[in-house]
């Protein structure tokens, strides 16, 4: 983040991730603003643990989740590996440390997971009081449609993501989905585990 060119804006390639957490509606109703407070600054704490450890970067926070890059700022040779590896990371992290939440709240606790993998505009946005570091282009929009469209406990990827880590991961392929917003429907896979 020293490099003022990495600020202004450049085009690269890059897997954006976004997370949620599912069903976090009935989940707030269920356990009060005190405990919800709590279980989001635990969910980003072993969330971006993941992130940071692939050699990620999180760059926003929308709510009750995040996206986050993974080949900006930081240049990485596999990215779409790394992305993957983190998401799957997260997942596990989740169900391990989440156990209590879902017996108090009485519902399973789980996120939904959408990756994209292609070129974008990386750099800042805002001005000197408020500035975010992002990733502007289709490919964004098409990460966060896979993160809407995906179910609970489910990690989707669009085949571009698929091309780079299919020698890593186990998938279903959902054949090709329509994507609003898109004109036509795009090869869509469901990540099973690693291999």
Known sequence: MTSRTALQGERKRVT???CDIANSTPLAERLGEEKMYELLNRF???SLEQIHRFEGTANQFLG???MALFGAPLALEYHEQ????ASLAIRRKLADHFKDVARAANMPFEVRIGLNTGLV???K???NLRMDYTA???TTHVAARLQ???APGELLIAHSTFESARTIIDTQTLGRVAIKGKSQPLEVHRVMGLR
């Not at 790394?82 to 590896?85: D, K, P, Q, T, V």
């Open 44 to 46: 980003f704490e072993y």
């Open 125 to 127: 946005i805002g001005d």
């Open 82 to 85: 790394h992305a993957i590896r």
């Open 16 to 18: 954006v991730v976004f």
């Open 148 to 150: 809407a469209m995906a």
């Open 121 to 123: 505009v990386v750099g």
């Open 64 to 66: 009750d989740g995040f």
């Open 136 to 138: 502007v282009g289709d």
